[in-house]
């Protein structure tokens, strides 16, 4: 039996449809829209309408925009002989919070994952392999450091070293603030394997 109203319950499994939102969180969400101003909503729900429609896939590099090609690839400042590779287009955010790197990206759209069912036809290779001219002297693989990263490094590196362009991957290891006590053996020993001489 149904005690609250369909209108509600239709929100609430819309929220629950969110990554990461299980159904209480998608209740509490729901409730807290209906307790904003509508003029509140009506703005979140142009947000949201407006975001869908206006962004979009470079063509270049395949992160989001709202341009064609994106203000990295479309930027004279960018340095043209790197390219950094992710999985997602949040991996781009997270790298161009620290200003550090001035080279291009490629997103992937995912990492491999046979399980899932996906191979490298569901992802964005052979784009990859189409940017790789004489011009590209690096090409920096930033996965993430799980099962399905390391598989995808591990092709890749395959696919690119053939073409004579320098491969490289993002260091690994214990994070500043950490413990060497609470990391697990496989951080340990990627920190070992990546150490640096001061």
Do not use: W
């Not at 161009?96 to 992937?108: A, S």
Request: hydrophobic residues 40%.
């Amino acid at each position: 039996m149904l005690y609250t109203s369909e209108a509600l319950q239709q929100l609430i499994e819309e929220f629950a449809q969110l990554p990461g939102i299980g159904r209480k969180s998608a209740q509490r969400l729901a409730l807290y829209i209906l307790k904003q101003p509508r003029e509140e909503v009506v703005k979140m729900a142009r947000a949201l309408v407006g975001a869908k429609d206006r962004i979009r896939y470079c063509s270049s590099c395949y992160n989001i925009t709202e341009q064609d090609p994106c203000v990295v690839c479309s930027s004279p400042k960018r340095d043209r002989n790197m390219i950094c590779v992710v999985e997602e287009p949040n991996d781009v955010l997270a790298l161009e919070k620290t200003n550090e790197f001035r080279g291009l990206y490629h997103v992937l759209g995912g990492s491999l994952s046979p399980l899932d069912g996906i191979g490298p036809e569901e992802l964005k290779v052979r784009e990859l392999l189409g940017r790789i001219n004489s011009e590209v002297a690096e090409v920096i693989l930033a996965m993430n450091p799980n099962v399905e990263g390391e598989a995808t490094t591990i092709y890749l590196t395959r696919l690119l070293k053939p073409l004579g362009v320098k491969v490289s991957r993002i260091a690994r290891g214990i994070p500043v603030g950490g413990d060497l006590e609470f990391a697990d053996e496989a951080t340990l020993t990627r920190a070992l394997e990546g150490r640096i001489t001061l």
